[in-house]
Nanobody
Framework: VQLQASGGGLVQAGGSLSLSCATS????????MGWFRQAPGKEREFVSS????????YYADSVKGRFTVSRDNAKNTVYLQMDSLKPEDTAIYYC???????????????WGQGTLVTVSS
């Protein structure tokens, strides 16, 4: 599975961004999809994930109520809508695929290249 994240950029605090992660192949619906982020000098952390058919989602407490994950299996794409952005959301955001819907990164065997989100105060 090849993953390509896009949609990052510079936004002011309180603003919104929408990330997309397009995947190759016809097996997208077999995978749970996750979003992770890594801020400068920090470890990678879980942000959100969505089950294979989209009926289950997980969120980190830090983004709950502000971020929304969704997927379109017909388009082989997963999305992350980020609202009410804060400077602490600044990070490289990665999408990843796993055969099991979990929140820990070790379960995700396929990773995209990341897209940078910068939130200015």
């Amino acid at each position: 599975v090849q993953l390509q994240a896009s949609g990052g950029g510079l936004v002011q605090a309180g603003g919104s961004l929408s990330l997309s992660c397009a995947t190759s192949g016809r097996t997208f619906s077999r995978y749970a999809m996750g979003w992770f982020r890594q801020a400068p000098g920090k470890e990678r952390e879980f942000v959100s994930s969505i089950s294979r058919n989209g009926d289950s989602t997980y969120y980190a407490d830090s983004v709950k109520g502000r971020f929304t994950v969704s997927r379109d299996n017909a388009k082989n794409t997963v999305y992350l809508q980020m609202d009410s952005l804060k400077p602490e959301d600044t990070a490289i955001y990665y999408c990843a695929a796993a055969l099991t819907h979990v929140a820990w990164s070790a379960a995700y065997g396929y990773w995209g290249q990341g897209t940078l989100v910068t939130v200015s105060s």
